[in-house]
């Protein structure tokens, strides 16, 4: 049997379907979602099947039955009913205020023309809007859906020039507003995007829209779960190691199965089996290195992070945290769920495999540390598979004394363990090792544990003239790792906060 083609760069349903693409049926969440709420919101990573999902729901309100043909909903919906839809897409250029005022009347005329509907107030975004809405159901005698994907485009695009995001913030507010006064004449209400601003802050108003961003039973709304993969995509990935495959790209977790990114999967596909960045290297934020300078991020925590709710919920571009940029970008997904003592919710946060653990970690090294770290890299590595310490630390001075002079500039970095920590941390995350960051024991707490093949490393950092290795051998910090059967060495490593280098390296073999 032949296989259908892959839907490479495809986020319309109808054309996927008539072209006769591969597509994952997810129109039995999609019935859920529509039989369950009017108002609704998801937040996911770019590229990640949003805009597609929301095509889908168009044509199930259409009432295009033709194209569910062999698919859930198609002999559970009412497809006597058709419902006009709006659409509304804030993809395109929006660097400027101007800009995004554009892109929302283009969209409105656009609808105008789909639905045979005349504005008069044509030049005003808000009144356009709520006219548009009106006047559609007056003319088709049904309750309207509006489909809004990117709704917040406009405010990331530019996190680089806060005063355009603020005023585009603005201009969304009064535009999402229009939804609450029309709400007599809306029978359904779908926005998307990647960031979670709170409701205060641009759906003003709006306290019927339901969040389903971590509500489980829409966990698998986008993405492709390890049953799809081993069952509908299978046939396209002959003789892959489908172990390998999960390690690189799967990882995500939104409260129900651990998924994997499409594009990844396609693109791996497309390339015959080639293991790349895919996702990653289309379209990375320069803002990520600016948030790390700014808070002198301290690095090593992405590796044992553990955040509240309000954390996840809250993206304020005027106080950005790194961790939540990460978050709802893509680049952190959930480990897992934590509840206390006092029933309030936590989550242990994880990078999600093998393809951001090396991306996202090589991008900051690239940005923050020099050009010369692929030779860094690839010493430091044979350093620790070999558990060479002395090439190990000849790494390591190598690895600072690469690091251009300018990152000391007006700062006092190099006063502190934390800086020291965060070089030695992601160069050793872009290689994949195990890393355990300000790893707990009985007695206090291990700057870095490594564990590589047959070996853990453990290590302690300290600035100026204290003994690093004393400590580690006071603390027993070794004892945590006796039954594990494994080599443990122990690294005191110190540094000189004026020559900005590694001064002392001492290290045991237990």
């Not at 507003?177 to 409701?199: P, Q, T």
């Not at 390339?271 to 300078?293: C, D, Q, R």
Request: hydrophobic share 40%; with cysteine.
């Amino acid at each position: 049997m032949q296989l259908k083609k892959l839907p490479i760069g495809r986020q319309t349903f109808s054309e996927l379907i008539k072209a006769n693409e591969l597509y994952i049926d997810k129109t039995e969440i999609a019935l859920d979602l529509i039989t369950s709420y009017r108002y609704s919101f998801l937040s996911r990573p770019r590229r990640f099947g949003k805009s597609l999902f929301l095509s889908t729901l168009k044509e199930i309100f259409e009432a295009n039955q033709e194209f569910f043909k062999g698919l859930y909903i198609y002999d559970k919906w009412d497809w006597t009913i058709s419902y006009p839809v709006i659409t509304i897409d804030f993809n395109g250029d929006l660097r400027s205020p101007k800009s995004l005022e554009n892109r929302i009347l283009d969209s409105l005329i656009y609808n105008q023309q789909k639905l045979d509907v005349q504005c008069k107030k044509i030049e005003y975004y808000d009144s356009c809007f709520s006219e548009l809405i009106q006047k559609t159901y007056k003319k088709y005698n049904q309750k309207v859906v509006v489909l809004i994907d990117e709704y917040d485009k406009a405010i990331l695009d530019n996190l680089d020039q806060l005063q355009i995001a603020n005023q585009n913030r603005e201009i969304l507010r009064s535009f999402y507003g229009i939804l609450k006064g029309c709400d007599r004449y809306i029978k359904f209400v779908f926005i998307a995007g990647v960031s979670k601003f709170a409701k205060a802050s641009i759906f003003s108003g709006l306290n019927m829209l339901e969040d389903i961003t971590l509500t489980p039973r829409f966990g698998n709304i986008c993405g492709y779960t390890q049953d799809d993969i081993e069952t509908t995509i299978l046939p396209y990935l002959k003789e892959v190691d489908l172990d390998k495959l999960k390690e690189w790209y799967d990882g995500y977790n939104f409260l129900k199965d651990s998924v994997y990114n499409p594009f990844d999967i396609l693109n791996f596909i497309k390339n015959e089996f080639v293991y790349k960045n895919y996702w990653f290297k289309s379209g990375t934020p320069a803002f990520l290195i600016k948030l790390i300078k700014e808070q002198n991020y301290f690095l090593p925590k992405l590796s044992n992070l553990v955040v509240g709710e309000e954390l996840l919920d809250s993206f304020d571009i005027e106080k950005m945290r790194f961790e939540v940029v990460l978050f709802q970008a893509g680049y952190l997904t959930i480990e897992k769920v934590i509840i206390d003592e006092d029933d309030e919710t936590e989550y242990k946060l994880k990078l999600p495999n093998r393809e951001i653990k090396q991306s996202l970690n090589l991008y900051i090294i690239a940005y923050l540390y020099g050009d010369s770290y692929r030779i860094n890299r690839k010493n430091l590595r044979q350093a620790l598979k070999l558990a060479n310490l002395e090439n190990l630390k000849k790494s390591l001075i190598s690895i600072f004394a690469s690091i251009p002079y300018n990152n000391y500039v007006k700062n006092d970095i190099a006063h502190y363990e934390g800086f020291y920590a965060s070089v030695v941390y992601v160069y050793l995350a872009s290689l994949g090792v195990e890393i355990i960051a300000e790893d707990v024991t009985n007695s206090g707490r291990i700057d870095l544990t490594i564990k590589l093949n047959n070996n853990i490393f453990i290590i302690e950092f300290k600035v100026g003239k204290d003994n690093a290795l004393k400590q580690i051998k006071s603390r027993n910090y070794h004892q945590k790792y006796l039954n594990e059967n494994k080599n443990i060495y122990l690294v005191g490593i110190n540094f000189d906060e004026e020559e900005k280098n590694v001064s002392e390296f001492e290290w045991d073999k237990v």
